[in-house]
Structure formats: C-alpha cells, structure tokens
T-cell receptor, first 114, second 108 residues
C-alpha cells in the first residue's frame, strides 16, 4: 500500500447527504482506479481514470456517482444523495502509465450511511 | 478475461511453504496472471504477475504450467502476517476482476 493516500479514512453521512472521497496516487502514477467492497463481499471495479479523462466507467452506478481526476489535485469519487446501500469500503489504486495493471492500493475509505 | 478457480480456504503452518493453486483453463495467449492479497480490512496488495515464465520476487514465486491453464503462488516461508485472502486474476485489457480468492490461514 506504499504511497497511495485516501481521505477521509472513515466517513459517516446521513441518508440524502453527499459523500466526497479523495485519493492521491503514488508519485509518478498517472492512472487511478476506484473499487468498492461491500461488507463480506469481494472488490468490485467502479472506474478507471487518467488525468482529466475517464477511461472506463463500466462499473459505476448510473446515477448519483461520479468521479474525476483533475490536472492538479487528488482524484475525487463523489456520491450524491447517499443511501444505506452505499455503506462500503471504497478503495483507490494507482499505477504507472507503462504498467497499468500493476496497481497499488490505498487504505480505503469506510463510508457509513445512517 | 478468463475465469479463475481457487480453493476457498487453506491452512499453512508457520515457517512452511504455502502453495496456492489457481486454475485458468480458458486463458488467452495475451493474458497475464496476477496475484494480489488482502489482509483483513486493508487495501489489496500486489504480489506478482507473469505471462508464461516462472517469476520470483521478494515476496513470492509464481509457477505457471507450460500450457498456462493453471498456476501456483508460492510463499516460501509463511508467517502469521501472511494470513490474508489471496486473489488470482487473469486479465487482458479490462480492469482487474476480483473473485472470491483463497483465504489462507497461517497457523503457529
């Protein structure tokens, strides 16, 4: 898990609020991936981004979820109008451009929706 | 991407080698075999990957059969800290797909 930073580590939101999860990739990594892990389940891919571009969002729910990776600053996963079913651990990973599938994961953000 | 099959759980005595098998009989010629592990509540950790040759790094060895239909991850001297879920992933050009993996318990 060297180098990928995620914050906050724990986030509590009430139903209907917005959740913003941040991910700073390892130095030199230009690719970012977001995964979700529901309690007692495996990791599910959500979205793959490069700087200012969404490359693959096939795992993103169609509504309420969005992601960005701006030219400057961290990648943001945004969940609008959260519901209890959004409670999960959200992991970010990064990789170098020339080894895109050698991914290094952050410690995750645990989102709890009350 | 090819589907993988792993045993749901394994035990290993501390200090012994842990050999984790993975079947991937439908693997294509350009698909790599990747291994990750997830220690409880932490983010997954990349271990090793290979195409057709055996690979070794500071963490583990990866043995891929000649027909590439199966592989084995070897942790040469398992410690209690190696207790984790180990994922074998075969991928081409799509994102990583994590299955259920093998839950390895290293026992003192």
């Amino acid at each position: 898990n060297a180098g990928v930073m995620q914050n906050p580590r724990h986030l509590v939101r009430r139903r209907g609020q917005e959740a913003r999860l941040r991910c700073s990739p390892m130095k030199g990594h230009s690719h970012v991936y977001w995964y979700r892990q529901l309690p007692e389940e495996g990791l599910k891919f959500m979205v793959y981004l490069q700087k200012e571009n969404i490359i693959d969002e096939s795992g993103m729910p169609k509504e309420r979820f969005s992601a960005e990776f701006p030219k400057e600053g961290p990648s943001i996963l945004r969940i609008q109008q959260v519901v209890r079913g959004d409670s999960a651990a959200y992991f970010c990973a990064s990789s170098p451009a020339d080894r895109a599938y050698e991914q290094y994961f952050g410690p995750g953000t645990r989102l709890t929706v009350t | 991407d090819a589907k993988t099959t792993q045993p749901p759980s394994m035990d290993c005595a501390e200090g012994r080698a842990a050999n984790l098998p993975c079947n991937h009989s439908t693997i294509s010629g350009n698909e790599y075999v990747y291994w990750y592990r997830q220690i409880h509540s932490q983010g997954p950790q990349y271990i090793i990957h290979g195409l057709k040759n055996n690979e070794t790094n500071e963490m583990a060895s990866l043995i891929i059969t000649e027909d590439r239909k199966s592989s084995t991850l070897i942790l040469p001297h398992a410690t209690l800290r190696d207790t984790a879920v180990y994922y074998c992933i075969v991928r081409g050009n799509t994102p990583l797909v994590f299955g259920k993996g093998t839950r390895l318990s290293v026992i003192a």
